[in-house]
């Protein structure tokens, strides 16, 4: 017989030094779902003027506590470098969502999350 083994993968934060989920049994999501989600982005994403060079993908993530509030958040690529442009707006737009939290065993636990997002403004 098979010993099931738990999904849920926890590791130490360097950022909010606690113990934070990496993988969860239920990822955290926004209410809404992820339709919302790539609404919410598709809308509120804006393009600087005169930033045309910066093409390629967008990543950041955070911390979504078990009470539905980010935290804890980092850039992990932005193609405007230390500028941070595309990252900046990104959490904006995380923070105007509802999110719910991950779950891991029925518990709601505090989970990374990563919100990608490609650029390419030439489309614009």
């Given at each position: 017989?098979?010993?099931?083994?738990?999904?849920?993968?926890?590791?130490?934060?360097?950022?909010?030094?606690?113990?934070?989920?990496?993988?969860?049994?239920?990822?955290?999501?926004?209410?809404?779902?992820?339709?919302k989600l790539g609404r919410t982005l598709t809308k509120n994403f804006k393009y600087p003027p005169g930033d045309a060079d910066y093409a390629g993908r967008v990543?950041?993530?955070?911390?979504?506590?078990?009470?539905?509030?980010?935290?804890?958040?980092?850039?992990?690529?932005?193609?405007?470098?230390?500028?941070?442009?595309f990252a900046k707006q990104l959490y904006k737009i995380a923070a105007m969502l509802k999110w719910k939290p991950g779950t891991c065993n029925g518990k709601k636990v505090p989970a990374m999350f990563f919100l990608p997002a490609n650029i390419d403004i030439a489309e614009q």
């Open positions: 017989m098979a010993i099931a083994q738990d999904k849920c993968v926890k590791e130490q934060d360097s950022i909010l030094h606690k113990l934070v989920y990496k993988y969860t049994d239920i990822p955290p999501s926004t209410v809404g779902g992820m339709e990543i950041v993530a955070f911390v979504v506590e078990p009470n539905g509030k980010i935290d804890g958040l980092r850039t992990i690529k932005d193609p405007s470098g230390n500028k941070l442009i």
